[in-house]
């Protein structure tokens, strides 16, 4: 049976000699050696050093986006707009209309400034029972 710890009553200085002279081969081995106090200490100091860089890092990461994202936003915004008026192969305008309503069909179409329809829909009630305007020039009774 193997034991735990061997060599412990030779001193620490003389120990690695010592090993290697009564071992049957060295060979390097990869292993996860346990901290002393003093070496556990020293990592926490270590840890918290780096963990204020990384905290400070980030608070300029965020300030850094938040600026990014002030420029990126209108682009982003312009961008959209156009993809979407290139894939309708429109876009969307605010002009003057005229509006004009079609007693037989019961529709009002709204005409640009070009006189192309841009817009139609059903006529309402009101639009339908439009009040009789003469015109008195029309009439015949003020020459």
Do not use: W
């Amino acid at each position: 049976m193997l034991e735990r710890a061997l060599a412990q009553d030779v001193p620490v200085k003389n120990r690695r000699q010592y090993l290697n002279d009564s071992c049957d081969k060295t060979e390097e081995v990869q292993y996860n050696k346990p901290f002393s106090p003093d070496e556990l200490t020293g990592k926490r100091v270590e840890l918290e050093n780096v963990s204020i860089d990384i905290s400070d890092l980030n608070q300029q990461k965020k300030d850094y986006m938040d600026s990014f994202k002030i420029e990126m936003d209108p682009l982003a915004k312009t961008h959209a707009k156009i993809v979407k008026d290139l894939k309708n192969k429109t876009c969307q305008v605010t002009e003057v209309c005229y509006a004009f309503l079609d007693e037989d069909s019961r529709m009002v179409g709204y005409y640009n400034a070009e006189g192309i329809l841009v817009y139609s829909r059903p006529a309402t009630i009101a639009e339908m029972q439009r009040t009789i305007q003469m015109d008195i020039r029309k009439t015949g009774t003020n020459d």
